[in-house]
């Protein structure tokens, strides 16, 4: 990665974050500690932020505590071999993918985003990387990429991958982490071998409840004892065969930051469950207990909560399946369109987790009355489905276009997402603005 313009100041500030957000915010901008949000900011605190901001911030009370401003992350920084990618973070690297960007049928590798929880391995040798598998199985593995080449079938399938934190920056009020919009979504192909292939030739005990999943990324504090993540799922779900080890993206090997030279793609789930630079899977008999598997890591409340609310520990789920989506790619928010010709193609994607997306709406009327685009089949399971719609504007003026989608079991998006203490599963409808002019 390199930064376009070279300024200490805004590397600093994100290491100072990446490494304790609270404390970074008391430096930088003097919050009161313990407060939990910049609503406490005042004084010499709020004129520093204001001037690195370029002005006054009128509701600065609801910037979210550790949060870093988007002015100064944006544009700051680009990443090569990605393009386009809006940078949330850069200590962990956090990018995301603007909605018009993931316009292709299938997510070119240099468009897909990245979501980082600590720091990647710096060198990576393919020919000795190896995977451990291990645990509760009659026959333990080690494995190089070789081997897994040599030994099972290769296959190559277009898996969704997004990330459970995809949409955070819809909730109000906010939820602490990456302010991700839409684009922590992707749908690359992916070539490697099956999971549980691999799973049932080490021989899956009886006693196996859970994986346990670990890679080569270190913790952001240095410290060797500390995993930046550790995830894992049901053992059921190990089992499903779309499930990849994979090592290429795209046809190539993938991108450094996508978890090259090995990687679990587990569609469907949280993006968290597909563990990159994969160096073993443990399987355990009961469910795993890594970092960022309990308290509110990818856990949602398991009753609907109001905004604000506060949730005991015991209440929270682990997130399974994500619920049905859908993301207008084209045209792009803010196009305007000829009062002389005032027609627009709609298109775009839908994908609904373990489900299949069985029908996508389109509204220009804010709701009012919906007409369904037509819908493709997914290319294999798991692949996300296309949709596209002619839609006509009766007069000139300010439209937006809404999409929703409905899963085959008949769950549609809602206009609000179901508000959560961290921030998941935003499934609400996405909307793009349109003026005929
Ligand atoms: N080793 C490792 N694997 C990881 C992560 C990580 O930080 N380290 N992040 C997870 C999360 S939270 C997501 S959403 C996906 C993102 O995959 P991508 O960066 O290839 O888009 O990777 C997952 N796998
Ligand atoms: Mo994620």
Redesign the pocket.
């Known amino acids: 990665m390199k930064k376009t313009e070279p300024n200490q100041t805004e590397r600093n500030l994100f290491e100072l974050y990446a490494e304790d957000p609270t404390e970074a915010d008391r430096i930088v901008f003097g919050r009161v500690p313990n407060a939990d949000r910049r609503g406490f900011l005042k004084g010499a605190g709020l004129a520093t932020m204001a001037a690195m901001l370029g002005g006054f911030i009128p509701f600065h009370r609801n910037m979210p505590a550790g949060m870093i401003p988007v002015a100064l992350a944006e544009e700051a920084f680009s990443i090569e071999g990605k393009d386009g990618l809006v940078v949330l973070n850069d200590r962990?690297l956090n990018a995301e993918t603007p909605a018009h960007l993931l316009d292709d049928a299938v997510t070119p590798t240099d468009r897909?985003?990245?979501?980082?929880?600590?720091l990647?391995p710096e060198t990576v040798d393919v020919d000795s990387w190896t995977l451990t598998i291990d645990g509760e199985v009659d026959k333990p593995l080690e494995l190089s990429i070789a081997d897994l080449k040599k030994q099972f079938e290769v296959v190559t399938l277009q898996l969704q991958?997004?990330?459970?934190?995809n949409g955070r920056a819809g909730f109000e009020p906010k939820a602490k982490g990456n302010q991700w919009t839409v684009g922590?979504i992707?749908c690359s192909k992916w070539t490697g071998v099956r999971l549980a292939d691999v799973l049932k030739a080490a021989g899956v005990k009886d006693t196996a409840v859970y994986t346990a999943?670990f890679?080569?990324?270190t913790h952001l504090s240095g410290q060797a004892d500390k995993l930046?993540?550790s995830?894992g799922v049901p053992i059921a779900k190990a089992m499903n065969p779309y499930n990849l080890i994979a090592f290429e993206q795209n046809g190539a090997p993938?991108?450094p930051?996508?978890?090259h030279p090995l990687?679990?793609v587990i569609p469907g789930w949280?993006?968290?469950?597909?563990?990159?630079?994969?160096t073993r899977v443990q399987i355990r008999d009961q469910v795993h207990d890594g970092a960022?598997m309990t308290g509110s890591s990818y856990r949602v409340p398991r009753y609907p909560v109001a905004p604000g609310q506060e949730v005991p520990d015991e209440d929270f789920v682990i997130i399974e399946s994500l619920p049905v989506k859908s993301l207008i790619t084209y045209p792009e928010s803010g196009t305007e369109v000829s009062s002389s010709h005032p027609v627009a193609l709609v298109r775009g994607h839908a994908w609904a987790g373990d489900n299949k997306v069985s029908k996508v709406e389109i509204s220009t009327d804010f709701g009012s009355t919906w007409t369904e685009a037509s819908l493709t089949e997914p290319v294999n399971d798991f692949a996300w489905q296309h949709f596209s719609a002619d839609v006509r504007f009766p007069m000139a003026g300010y439209y937006e276009v809404w999409a929703r989608a409905t899963d085959d079991q008949g769950r549609a998006q809602p206009f609000e997402p179901a508000w959560n203490p961290k921030g998941y599963l935003n499934n609400s409808i996405h909307r793009v603005a349109v003026r005929v002019v």
Request: net charge positive.
């Open positions: 962990p897909h985003f990245i979501r980082n929880n600590g990647p991958l997004e990330c459970g934190g922590a992707g999943n890679g080569a990324d930046p993540i995830r993938m991108h930051m996508n978890g990687r679990l949280p993006g968290s469950c597909s563990h990159k630079w994969l960022k």
